[in-house]
T-cell receptor
Framework: KNEVEQSPQNLTAQEGEFITINCSYS?????LHWLQQHPGGGIVSLFM???GKKKHGRLIATINIQEKHSSLHITASHPRDSAVYIC??????????FGSGTQLTVLP | DAGVTQSPTHLIKTRGQQVTLRCSPK?????VSWYQQALGQGPQFIFQ???????QRGNFPDRFSGHQFPNYSSELNVNALLLGDSALYLC???????????FGSGTRLTVV
């Protein structure tokens, strides 16, 4: 079973700061997902990546397959970015194993 | 194009009762997975349905069962509810063998 660890568990930042959330996993994978969960529960898929880097607006996700590590960066953070950010990796039957999440709070 | 729809959004049940949660997948998606998310934790995989059959199951007791219908919609049933079953239940759909997932907003179940 793949073990997925995220850090930090909680992160408080001032508006405008550059934010990094880290994710490491124990078993090699073909792709990794970054997800966002707002209060109330709904999960939104941000990125699915298998190598290198992807960018969408102020969000950047990177992955190093050899080191089994991925990072999610938020540039020029804003209070509306406040949410739980979760990384997840697929198993052999495509079921996802999730990290425990990073609670991000961006203060105005 | 509607995404994944789950119903109900919230419900309260008494310990020992049975509950049924429903999920309609995104149009074009034929695979449905169910996850349980306890407060403050990441979601845990319950099971996955494809072609109306349970294809994979996580570490959940037999009290948790499911079904997939010919239109790909799915139900999650939980019998003999325990207080510990209180959680957010998430449904995710995906198309065929793709790695792309779409999540619903979840059903918040409270067992009292």
């Amino acid at each position: 079973k793949n073990e997925v660890e995220q850090s930090p568990q909680n992160l408080t930042a001032q508006e405008g700061e550059f934010i990094t959330i880290n994710c490491s996993y124990s078993v090699g994978i073909s792709a990794l997902h970054w997800l966002q969960q707002h209060p109330g529960g709904g999960i939104v898929s941000l990125f699915m990546l298998s190598s290198g880097k992807k960018k969408h607006g102020r969000l950047i996700a990177t992955i190093n397959i050899q080191e089994k590590h991925s990072s999610l960066h938020i540039t020029a953070s804003h209070p509306r970015d406040s949410a739980v950010y979760i990384c997840a990796v697929p198993g052999s039957a495509r079921q996802l194993t999730f990290g425990s999440g990073t609670q991000l709070t961006v203060l105005p | 194009d509607a995404g994944v729809t789950q119903s109900p959004t919230h419900l309260i049940k008494t310990r020992g009762q049975q509950v049924t949660l429903r999920c309609s997948p995104k149009s074009g998606h034929d695979t449905v997975s169910w996850y349980q998310q306890a407060l403050g934790q990441g979601p845990q995989f319950i099971f996955q349905y494809y072609e109306e059959e349970e294809r994979q199951r996580g570490n959940f007791p037999d009290r948790f069962s499911g079904h997939q219908f010919p239109n790909y919609s799915s139900e999650l049933n939980v019998n003999a509810l325990l207080l510990g079953d209180s959680a957010l239940y998430l449904c995710a759909s995906s198309p065929g063998q793709s790695w792309g997932y779409t999540f619903g907003s979840g059903t918040r179940l409270t067992v009292v």
